[in-house]
Every structure is written in C-alpha cells, then in structure tokens.
C-alpha cells in the first residue's frame, strides 16, 4: 500500500460557530494521535500523523461539515483498524457523526470489493435485467423439516433468493448442521420442478472458527449464498469469510448497524461493499424502521454507483414491505435490486406459494 | 444449557402514552420472531418463543421503560447471537435504548466471565489493596523503539501498567511483532531497576486470526496483559480470545461501543466482564467525553458487584484525565480501580518519569 495518501473523513458536528474550529482541530486529534500536541515532539509525526482539519462547512446554525485527513499509515488495510481510526473513540463522542470517507485507490484495491456483484449474482439467476426478489425463512422456533417445507413452498412461487431470517443460527430447536442440508434438499427440488435456479442463504455467525465450520457445511451443500451480520462479527472477519467464500454470493445483514451514528449509506452502502458485501439488506422507507427515503437512495446509491474498480453491489430493500407496494420500490430502485419480502408473504399460510407466486410474477412483469 | 429459562431486557422507548403498549408488544416481536403472529402458526413458539411484553413502567411523560422476556433458546451462549437478539434488529429503531439485561445463571456459567479479575491483577501486581494506576504509549507514529523508550520512562515512575494507544495496531511505523518484543525488554529492564512487577498490555486486534498470532507473541515475551476492542473484533472473536489468553490479563477497550444506544454500564460494565474482561477501560466525566457521573458510577458498579459468580473487573477510568483530579477519582471510585492518564503525562517530555512517579506516588498515598 502507497501510505504517502491521506483519508479524507467527513464528520458532522454539533458545536457553536465560535467553537466549531475548535472542536474540529480536537477530532483530527482525537481520530489521529489522540494525545496534547505537546507530546508530540517528533516533527514528522506533527506533519504526517497529526489528523489535518481540511475544511469546515456550516450545514445549519450550529451544525457544521468537517473534512479530517488522516495519515493513511495510521490505518493499514485491516477493517478493524480502518473502522478504529474513522471512529472509534470520536463514536463515544455525542456531538460527532460519520458522514463519509474518501479512501486512496490503495484501500479498494487492498479490500477487493464484492467477487461477484450484482452481475455475480444474476448469472447464477439467470435473470440478466428484471429486478431480482428475495425472502427469510421464519419464524425461529421451527425445526429444519418445517423451514425446508416454508423454503420449498416459496420456492415453488419462484422466489430467487430464501434467506435465514437473521436470527436463526444455530440454536438447539434447529441446529446449523441440520438445517442447512434440509432447507438446500428442499430447495433443490423446487428447482428441479420450476426448472429455475433458485438460492439458499444461510446465515452465518458466531467466532471466526464457528463461521469457517459453518462454511464448510454450506459448500458441501454446494449452496450459492451466504448471509453475515458484519457489525456483529467484527468487520475483519467478514471480510477473512468474504475472500473465503470462493465462489459465493455475500449478503451482509445490518444487525446492530443502525445502532451506530454512522451515516447508513456510508456503513451499509459504501464500507460494505469494500469488504466484500455482493448485496447489502438495509430497510426500506416505510416499514418497520425510521430510514427516509433520502437514506435509502443515498445507500442503493453508494453500493451501486461507480467507484473505484470495485464491482457494484446489489442493494436489497427489506423491513416490513408488502406485496402491496412493490410498484412503488421498483420505481424508486430501478431494476438493480432484489425485494426482500418475509413476514408478510409467510402471513399467507396455506397459500404461501401462490402469494409467493404473484410477487414475483409483478416483479418479472415490471418495466416489460 | 437450561433453555427453559427466560432472559429479561429492559428497553427505554420513546413513545406517546396511548402507543406504547403497541409499541411494546411491536419490539418483543421485533427481538423474538420477527415477523406478524400471524406467520406464527405452532402453537408452542407463540407460547414460548415469541417474546413477552412483561412490565411496562413510565420514566417520563413519552418515556416508558418496558421489559420484555425472550426465550432462552433463541439465543445460545453465542455472544454475537445474544446480542443479535437483545438488540439487532432494534438498534435501527431510533425510539429504542437497550438500557439492561437479566441473564438466566446459564448464561454467567457458560461464558465464564473474567478469569483473573481484580484480585488477578493484584497478585500480578503485589499491590492488594491500594488503587492502580496505568498509562498509555503514543502518539502513533513513534517506531517501536521510541515507544519503549517512553515505556521505560513510564515504568521508572512507577505507572502499574502500560498498555499501547488503542490507536497502535499493527501499522509499518510500528510493527506489532516489533514492537512488542522492544517495549516488552524495556519493561523489564525497569521493573529490575525498580525491584517491582509493572506490566504491559499490547493492544490485540484484527481477526480472529491475526489476534492468536499476536497471542502467541505475547506468550513468547512472557507478558501478562493484553488490550481488545470488543467492539470492532466482534464480542464471539472477543470472548474465544479471553478464553484462550490462559493466565493473562484481558483489559477491554471502549472503541466504537459509544456508538451504539445501548446503555454503557450494561455494555462495558456488565457484558464486556460477562465475556472475560478482567478490566474495562471507560472515559471519566469531565474529560473530552460526554459520560455524566451517575454513568460512571452505574458502571463501576456493574463491573464490580456481586453478579452471579462471576470475578470483579476493574474498572478503569480514563479519557483525559490530569494529574490534579487524582484525589477527586479515588474519592469517587474507591480504590478497586486503575487510573489511566495518558496524554498529560506524556505532554510532561523530560519530565516523564518524574510526572510518572508523581502520578503513582500520590495514588499510593491516599487513603494511608
């Protein structure tokens, strides 16, 4: 890595306008060396290490942009220490947000991105243009045969991707090792039936170690997908199980990411994807979170967009949709997208796959 | 494990006084199943699984604090897990604040919590009664043999421990396996000339991976304490390295746990030492930090007292701290705790050992 590059960090930060300069110049500090500058006595250190306040812009009358630069040599490529040196001590800072980084070609180049992407994802489809739907297997409680039998009826309806609801993993009532080889059995038999490639996502969690066993399960299934909760694994571990998973779609879930004052669009769109995410569940305006639709465009913007050399990564709107307003994201997303519906398809009980059948016979006809 | 037992979380929910019953029974659902009752069709998970709304209290006129049940079995001790199920889905809820958890004793047997502890750190020490103190290497920076130079300076006062910046990771200026070995020799060199155990806490980061290569290093230099973020290496990578750190010291780091809506005694008192630290590091009101003091007070309590059988973890105060505000920190804390003044130590240039010796003399002192 070329560490002669700065960071370029925007923060958000509440202070008066007499204090903002102020405030800013402790930021770079705090996020850089994190001591009195008259400790620092080494001259090169104060002109390459210490974090440079770059530009301050009022965004309300006691709000204000500000743009640090950070000595990328603070921050090898290693997530953690990436996501350490951003902000990991400003976070306990209730003035500050994250807004948004701009990293040195070193970093995209270091991380990989996503390994298969959106284009990745639609080839094992075979769905080269039309938006892509998705749904979760739930609720937890059930035993391997029961989430293979929901897994099977929403295949039947021609539901492209079936994920673990993100909190099943591998509890007592229905173990990892069980239900991975029943939910992929089922669902290798809905294929065979639609003659559809139709994909698994399991959920993989716990230690580094836990995960890789897990890992092994999914590839002995000969599985296409796996879903991880970066923020709750640790971000270098996601990205180890990333490269890892040759071969494999990466479906990140945002699990305690919204906990974070990190702007969503940065931590689900941007960071996500340059670690490796090939697709990226957020919430979708409306449900049953507080995203706006300003965050949500923000986000499907930053995972897509062209950055870099990274691939694009497929952004997956999820939280409490219906079949009911699938005109609507479709409109707002474009085609570049995969609906995730759970709970309200399942609500249909015995007539899950014709429910199943008609979201993705809307979604196929959109824009034809 | 005895799954029949129910875990209760105590949540603080913003919500008008004629909604927040819905509200209530919304987040149980949210935290358990994840989905309508009516996707719940077994008659046992709507018994069981589902999570329970039982008690909700208001502590203000939108405010309520609301404690709900979860079973057990949806979350085994699987640290990523139980945190994925006290507050996953719901840290993207802006109306919610997991404010405190009550654990079946399943869950304190299985984890273990800190196995060295107060007590631990003490015997390691010699110092069994009197308060502690630490201090901390940087700016980053500085290449290894600089920052041994400042330990050495450090320990000549007399500072009980020495743990790098949370910053120091791994970086080319300052290679982990170089570095540790140079600070390591120059610890001992000073703990012969002062004829008493100080000690050094290398900060362990990365995934799960790199953290038991650095592992090993530490063993190599014999060292007795090392420094996580839980945090950022995820708590399952977190809580398998304090398992594996046989015999050393696990003092836990605030790095990006201020971001989340989660109250900080739970989160660095209670959880962080139910997970294995033996001492958590926390920033001291009035410091560059936002904590107040009944913050820090409900955290050291909660690091402290009596809690299933778990050891005692010291807390550590920290995050600015000056040499005048000693007296007023032990007559807060006590003297179950470790001081940790970094930055305006360092600031003192030659003067370092002198401050140092200051510093720990004055500790020594009080209360004799």
Redesign the interface.
């Known amino acids: 890595m070329d560490?002669s590059e700065r960071i370029i960090v925007t923060y958000q930060v509440a202070a008066a306008p007499a204090e903002i300069a102020a405030r800013a110049e402790?930021l770079a500090i705090?996020q850089?060396?994190?001591?009195?500058l008259?400790?620092?006595?080494?001259q090169?250190?104060r002109d390459?290490?210490?974090g440079r306040v770059e530009a301050i812009a009022p965004i309300g009358e006691t709000r204000f942009s500000v743009r640090v630069s950070l000595?990328s040599?603070?921050?090898?490529a290693?997530p953690?220490?990436l996501?350490?040196?951003l902000?990991?001590?400003s976070?306990?800072?209730?003035?500050v947000t994250l807004a948004d980084v701009e990293l040195p070609p070193a970093y995209p180049a270091a991380f990989g991105g996503p390994k298969l992407g959106i284009s990745g994802l639609r080839a094992k489809l075979g769905a080269p243009r039309r938006a892509l739907t998705g749904s979760a297997l739930?609720?937890?409680?059930?035993a391997p045969e029961?989430l293979a039998g929901l897994a099977h009826r929403l295949a039947l309806g021609g539901v492209d991707l079936i994920k673990d609801?993100?909190?099943i993993?591998?509890?007592?009532?229905s173990p990892f090792a069980a239900r991975v080889p029943a939910v992929a059995r089922a669902m290798r038999e809905a294929c065979a039936v639609r003659g559809a490639a139709m994909l698994y996502a399991p959920h993989v969690?716990?230690?580094?170690?836990?995960m890789r066993r897990q890992l092994d399960i999914v590839r002995r299934e000969g599985l296409s997908v796996v879903m991880l909760?970066p923020m709750?694994?640790?971000?270098?571990?996601f990205?180890?199980i990333a490269k890892e998973a040759e071969g494999l779609i990466v479906l990140a879930h945002?699990?305690?990411?919204?906990?974070?004052?990190?702007a969503p669009d940065l931590l689900l769109g941007k960071l996500f994807r340059l670690l490796g995410a090939d697709a990226t569940i957020f919430?979708h305006y409306g449900g049953?979170?507080?995203?706006t639709p300003e965050t949500c465009r923000a986000l499907a913007d930053a995972a897509r967009r062209d950055w870099h050399d990274l691939k694009p990564c497929l952004p997956v709107p999820a939280?409490g949709i219906a079949i009911d307003r699938i005109k609507e994201l479709l409109a707002f997303y474009g085609t570049d997208v995969m609906l995730l519906i759970?709970?309200?398809l399942?609500?249909a009980?015995e007539q899950l796959t014709e429910h199943a059948a008609r979201f993705t016979a809307e979604v196929a006809s959109h824009g034809q």
Chains 1, 2 share one sequence.
């Not at 976070?91 to 003035?95: A, G, N």
């Open positions: 560490m402790a705090e850089s060396v994190e001591c009195p008259a400790a620092v006595t080494e090169q250190i390459e290490i210490v000595a040599a603070t921050a090898p290693e953690g220490q996501l350490n040196m902000f990991g001590n976070s306990i800072q209730p003035d739930k609720p937890q409680g059930l029961a609801d993100h909190g993993a591998d509890q007592a009532f969690s716990g230690s580094l170690d836990d909760m709750i694994v640790g971000l270098a571990n990205h180890l945002p699990s305690l990411a919204g906990a974070q004052r990190i919430p049953r979170f507080a995203y939280g759970g709970g309200s399942l609500a009980g």
